[in-house]
């Protein structure tokens, strides 16, 4: 990783046709941005912003060739491309505060800020978004069940096909009051992640350090507390704008938490908290991943391992998010420190 840094940023014109020719790679394409972001850290914005639209163009391009050889473009091609644009964006904003030294608890605050504004705004102009996401979500699963070859959606291609009962329906009917909240989570989150491994890559391969000690001191401010607070009030009164909002505040309340947790391992033994950490981001990795493959196990009607990994998450999130807001109000990390 050391030659393969310093070429990056010393040969640069050689490094935007690379992270030209990486996008195009099945899932190593991500690579592109990372290099977009640690050269706007270590290089200047313009150029950073120069080399995120490099990384974001092949997406664009190979959207065009596909709708240029179907005739109907499906929603899963549409959001990919869609949400791949906008992370990246995303993570080039994150990496451009970072450079003007803000801190991360800043930054994640002020995602989840944007992730709000831009989900009120959404109900603000498409009051029925709620419904609009019913015939979406269901001209997915019809489009997966018909993939898989387990379903017929007849001559009603917006009705659910039957052979696996009403539960597509009632999750249908759950997921749409939180669908773009979901989508704006993953938007911020796969923004966060990516510029995480950008600064990464700075620090361990370019100044020679560590990057743990920054990611364990993410406190938020009590103004986001009482947000909280008045959000999950809202919640019971079912408020349907806060109900989109709230995967929003979890994600935030959730990174705090995390960030606890990982200071609270490092109190350890170094082997012990790399035992519990490994053992937490294990099973994070598998309940995400079981939750992604959602439409698909739902079309085979195989639905045991997404409740275990839906369990195992909200338990986490649920821990996480406890952990996170009593952070706000105890400060934890100056009453647990280490002996």
């Given amino acids: 990783m050391w030659p393969l840094t310093h070429y990056l940023l010393r040969h640069r014109f050689q490094a935007i046709i690379l992270t030209f020719l990486i996008a195009y790679i099945p899932v190593l394409g991500m690579a592109s941005i990372l290099i977009a972001a640690l050269v706007t850290l270590c290089v200047s914005v313009l150029e950073g912003a120069a080399f995120t639209l490099v990384a974001t163009l092949p997406y664009l391009l190979v959207f065009m060739m596909g709708a240029q050889q179907t005739e ?34 800043e930054i ?155 200071y609270l391992c490092g109190l350890m033994e170094p082997s012990r908290g790399r035992f519990w950490l490994s053992i937490l981001y294990v099973a994070l990795i598998y309940s995400l991943t079981m939750m992604a493959m959602l439409p698909l196990f739902s079309v085979l009607n195989i639905m045991l391992p997404v409740v275990l990994a839906v369990l195992i998450f909200v338990a986490s999130m649920f821990a996480f998010v406890s952990l996170g807001f009593l952070d706000v109000w105890f400060d934890l990390r100056k009453r647990i420190q280490k002996a």
């Fill in 72 to 105: 109907v473009v499906t929603l899963m091609v549409w959001t990919t491309v869609l949400l791949t644009v906008i992370s990246n964006v995303v993570t080039f904003a994150f990496a451009v505060l970072l450079r003007r030294q803000w801190s991360w608890s």
């Fill in 108 to 262: 994640i605050q002020i995602g989840a800020l944007i992730g709000v504004l831009v989900i009120s705004v959404v109900h603000l102009m498409y009051p029925e978004v709620s419904d609009w996401w019913t015939k979406q979500l269901t001209l997915f699963y019809n489009q997966s069940a018909d993939l898989a070859g387990l379903a017929k959606t007849g001559p009603q291609s917006g009705q659910i096909a039957a052979p696996q009962g009403d539960n597509p329906v009632e999750a249908i009917n759950t997921i749409r009051y939180f669908a773009t909240g979901i989508i704006t989570v993953f938007v911020l989150f796969t923004a966060f992640i990516q510029v995480i491994l950008a600064r990464w890559w700075q620090i361990v391969f370019v100044n020679g350090s560590r990057i743990g000690k920054e990611l364990q001191y993410i406190r938020l401010s009590r103004l986001a507390g009482i947000l909280f607070l008045a959000g999950m009030i809202l919640c019971y009164l079912e408020n349907q704008v806060v109900l989109d909002i709230l995967p929003v505040l979890c994600l935030l309340f959730s990174a705090a938490g995390l960030s606890l947790t990982h």
